[in-house]
């Protein structure tokens, strides 16, 4: 969404990834496809310093692809804390577990694959930061479900919400018509309050009141 000469700047004044993620980021793009879909460093630091300040206990990610932004966000957890993470794409489960095992954090971190419509219901706990991240038609749905059980001043953050520039595009698409409803579903939604911010991609950060 900016200049790659200042996507460079912002990723030199950005503290570096560790060896671990430095590492999986290395292996995404030689081993997938779509590596563009990691967090990366920027995304991941930040989102790594919102769980250290928010210190959860629970957190829920949404779309685990290769497991990156889950060893960001699990950094910051409560001593007794646990990450839920879901993935329905199962030739990413190795990729995801081969990193998990190598985390200070493995035990707080729980891979979980299928799908998330099937198994947010199922999680009978009290979240206090859910990243979305995952199937865009479906990030309308991800959030109804979340959201009753999101603490008060809890988080939801939501990647992709500006699509590569495609929300202001006269004659959307289909994926980009999912998150203008999601977008504006928010904007009016007097039970959160939310701030859009333009990093990579876009990202909707939201916190129940």
Not at 70 to 91: P, R
Not at 134 to 162: F, Q, R
Not at 166 to 182: A, C, G, M, R, Y
Request: hydrophobic share 40%.
């Amino acid at each position: 969404m900016i200049e790659p000469d200042l996507e460079k700047y912002a990723e030199d004044h950005t503290s570096d990834e560790d060896n671990l993620l430095y590492d999986l980021n290395r292996k995404t793009n030689l081993r997938t496809t779509l590596p563009r879909m990691i967090s990366g460093k920027i995304q991941g630091k930040f989102l790594e310093l919102i769980s250290k300040i928010a210190k959860p206990r629970i957190i829920l990610e949404i779309g685990s692809f290769t497991g990156y932004s889950a060893l960001c966000l699990a950094k910051g957890l409560a001593e007794d804390g646990i990450l839920y993470t879901i993935e329905s794409n199962v030739e990413l489960e190795k990729i995801i577990l081969d990193h998990i095992s190598k985390s200070e954090n493995e035990s707080k971190i729980k891979l979980i694959m299928g799908n998330a419509l099937d198994i947010i219901p199922k999680i009978d706990e009290t979240i206090d930061i859910v990243f979305i991240d995952a199937n865009k038609k479906e990030y309308l749905s991800y959030y109804n479900l979340v959201l009753p059980k999101l603490s008060k001043g809890g988080l939801i953050i939501a990647d992709n919400v500006l699509w590569s520039g495609k929300v202001t595009d006269q004659n959307p698409d289909t994926d980009t018509k999912s998150l203008l409803e999601f977008n504006t579903h928010i904007k009016n939604d007097k039970r959160v309050e939310q701030v859009m911010l333009s990093i990579r991609d876009g990202l909707l950060f939201i916190r129940k009141l």
